[in-house]
C-alpha cells in the first residue's frame, strides 16, 4: 500500500430507531397565535372597543331619530338637536308624506333604484360570463378595455357633453344610464362565475343546454351570494345618488329624495309647500331635516339584514379570485 493511498474514515453505527412519542399537548387548542383565547385584559379591551363602535354608530342615529319625532318646544329647549325625547310627535312625517314633494321624491328614488339596479346587474351578469368563459369571442381585448376605463376615466366635462348630446338632459335615465355598469362589480362577478365547477357546465353541454339555460340554470343559481351582493351595491348607489341630478335635472319636479336632502341640510331650503309651515313653527324646520335623512336610510336598514349573510361569501371569494 502506498503511503499517498486515502484513509478509511470509521463511520459511526445509524443510531437505532427512536421510540415513538407521544405527541404533546397543545396549549392553545390548534388554534393560530392570533387566535388563543384571550385573558381577562383582553375580554375587556375587546368589550370597550366594540361598545365604543356601535355607540358611534348608534348614537348619531338616535339623535336624528329622537329630533324628528320632536316638537319645537323640545327642540327649543334642548337648543337643537335632541338627545333625550320628551314629547312623541310624528307631524313632520305626516306632513313630509301627504302627497308633496317628499313623497313624490320618494316616490322617484325607488322607480330608479329598482330599473337601475334591474339594468345594472342585467349588464354586469352578461358580460361577466362571457369573460369568465374560455375562449370565447374578443374575450381578452374586451376584459383590457374594460381595466383601462376602471382606471383612466374620460372625465366630467365630456361626460356630461355625451349625455346631453344623445338627449337625456331633464331625463330620468341621466341617473341610470351614466352609472349603469361599474367595472369592478363585473370583475368580481367574472371571478366568481370561473369558480364554477366545469364539470357541471360541461354535463350540461352534453344534455344539450345552450349558454343561456346553462347561465340560468347553473351558474347564477350556484352564485347568488355575489349577485345578492353586487345588487346591493348597485342599489345602495342609485337610492344614495344626487349628483348626476344635481347636473343634469334642471327640473324639481324631477328631483329624487336625496336632492331634496341637500337642499334642506345644506342651502336651508324647505320643500315646496311647507315653507309657510315651517316659518309660524307649524312644523319644527330640524325635525323636518332630521325626517327627511330617517326617511333616506329606511330602505337601506330594510334591506341589508336579508343581504348581509351572503357578505361573506360573496366578497371575499370574488375578490381573492379576482
Not at 383565547?37 to 331619530?65: D, F, R, S
Not at 323640545?74 to 333625550?84: F, K, M, R, S
Not at 322617484?108 to 368563459?133: D, K, P
Request: hydrophobic share 50%; net charge positive.
Amino acid at each position: 500500500m502506498s503511503a499517498t493511498a486515502p484513509l478509511r474514515t470509521a463511520t459511526a453505527p445509524p443510531d437505532p430507531p427512536s421510540a415513538p412519542t407521544a405527541p404533546r399537548p397543545d396549549r392553545r387548542g390548534g388554534r393560530p397565535v392570533w387566535e388563543e383565547e384571550p385573558g381577562p385584559a383582553g375580554q375587556g379591551l375587546k368589550g370597550v372597543a366594540l361598545v365604543t363602535v356601535c355607540a358611534a354608530i348608534l348614537g348619531p342615529l338616535w339623535v336624528v331619530v329622537v329630533t324628528s319625532l320632536s316638537d319645537q318646544k323640545t327642540i327649543t329647549e334642548a337648543g337643537g338637536l335632541v338627545i333625550v325625547p320628551k314629547t312623541i310627535t310624528f307631524r313632520a312625517y305626516q306632513e313630509l308624506l301627504s302627497g308633496g314633494t317628499v313623497t313624490r321624491a320618494t316616490v322617484i328614488s325607488l322607480l330608479v333604484t329598482l330599473v337601475g339596479t334591474a339594468i345594472s346587474m342585467a349588464v354586469s351578469i352578461l358580460c361577466a360570463y362571457g369573460l369568465s368563459r374560455p375562449g370565447s369571442l374578443l374575450h381578452r381585448p374586451i376584459l383590457m378595455t374594460l381595466l383601462v376605463t376602471m382606471f383612466f376615466s374620460a372625465g366630467l366635462i365630456p361626460t356630461y357633453l355625451l349625455v346631453t348630446g344623445i338627449g337625456l338632459q331633464d331625463s330620468y335615465w341621466a341617473m341610470i344610464l351614466p352609472s349603469a355598469v361599474s367595472v369592478f362589480n363585473i370583475l368580481v362577478l367574472r371571478a366568481f362565475f370561473m369558480n364554477t365547477a366545469p364539470e357541471l357546465i360541461d354535463s350540461a353541454r352534453i344534455d344539450g343546454a345552450g349558454e343561456w339555460r346553462i347561465l340560468l340554470r347553473i351558474v347564477m343559481p350556484l352564485s347568488k351570494a355575489v349577485i345578492a351582493v353586487i345588487s346591493l351595491f348597485y342599489a345602495v348607489g342609485y337610492w344614495s345618488q344626487w349628483f348626476n341630478a344635481m347636473i343634469y335635472l334642471n327640473d324639481a319636479g324631477k328631483w329624487p329624495l336625496q336632492m331634496i336632502l341637500r337642499q334642506l341640510v345644506i342651502k336651508q331650503e324647505a320643500p315646496q309647500g311647507m315653507s309657510q309651515m315651517i316659518a309660524t313653527q307649524q312644523v319644527p324646520g330640524l325635525a323636518v331635516q332630521m325626517a327627511v335623512m330617517v326617511l333616506a336610510l329606511i330602505p337601506v336598514v330594510a334591506v341589508y339584514p336579508f343581504v348581509q349573510k351572503h357578505f361573506t361569501k360573496g366578497m371575499l371569494t370574488g375578490a381573492i379570485k379576482g
